[in-house]
T-cell receptor, first 115, second 114 residues
Framework: DAGVIQSPRHEVTEMGQEVTLRCKPISGHDYLFWYRQTMMRGLELLIYFNNNVPIDDSGMPEDRFSAKMPNASFSTLKIQPSEPRDSAVYFC?????????????FGPGTRLLVL | AQSVTQPDIHITVSEGASLELRCNYSYGATPYLFWYVQSPGQGLQLLLKYFSGDTLVQGIKGFEAEFKRSQSSFNLRKPSVHWSDAAEYFCAVGGTGTASKLTFGTGTRLQVTL
């Protein structure tokens, strides 16, 4: 298996622009997670899905962030409009089974820089 | 609410020396405990996990961790560190339940000197 696939790997954009991050989970996994990692705040869970349905979005910072999972093999995290404080590494992860129990498999991350 | 504390932000050890990374957790029921490792520029990878049975858990790359309920701890150990073990290590706690999720600690960065 190719593992969790994220694109792009790097993104540089200007403040106010829309940013879309993409994720393909491991085939057959029923949970998908979006995390954000920064030096100041560490690793934060933004949102997670079970069978394409959002379960917990309490970590989404504000209305500028939105996430979708239109099918079992694809998810997007969108930031509109982007701000410099959104600069971070965004990870997608997937698992087979309960979110707090089963191993999560992480993608390589998208490094986002908002100027 | 569940939480994880990793008191050491940065640790430096010499290659060949033993290693212990500390982790304390807070969880209201039986915890599921994990250690993940993150190499520079990469995502996190599971080292080991515990949820029941023997309190000493073996993982990949020669790592082990011991669950101590009385101390709410799940410390990671390795008898002899290799230069390739330099990375960031994250402890996490989770559990069962329809809204369960993992809560990660802030991480410990390990530097290995030759």
């Amino acid at each position: 298996d190719a593992g969790v696939i994220q694109s792009p790997r790097h993104e540089v954009t200007e403040m106010g622009q829309e940013v879309t991050l993409r994720c393909k989970p491991i085939s057959g996994h029923d949970y998908l997670f979006w995390y954000r990692q920064t030096m100041m705040r560490g690793l934060e869970l933004l949102i997670y899905f079970n069978n394409n349905v959002p379960i917990d979005d309490s970590g989404m910072p504000e209305d500028r962030f939105s996430a979708k999972m239109p099918n079992a093999s694809f998810s997007t995290l969108k930031i509109q409009p982007s701000e410099p404080r959104d600069s971070a590494v965004y990870f997608c992860a997937s698992s087979l089974g309960l979110a707090g129990v089963e191993t999560q498999y992480f993608g390589p991350g998208t490094r986002l820089l908002v100027l | 609410a569940q939480s994880v504390t990793q008191p050491d932000i940065h640790i430096t050890v010499s290659e060949g020396a033993s290693l212990e990374l500390r982790c304390n957790y807070s969880y209201g029921a039986t915890p599921y405990l994990f250690w993940y490792v993150q190499s520079p520029g990469q995502g996190l990878q599971l080292l080991l996990k515990y949820f029941s049975g023997d309190t000493l858990v073996q993982g990949i790359k020669g790592f082990e961790a011991e669950f101590k309920r009385s101390q709410s701890s799940f410390n990671l150990r390795k008898p002899s560190v290799h230069w390739s073990d330099a990375a960031e290590y994250f402890c996490a706690v989770g559990g069962t339940g329809t809204a369960s999720k993992l809560t990660f600690g802030t991480g410990t960065r390990l530097q290995v000197t030759l």
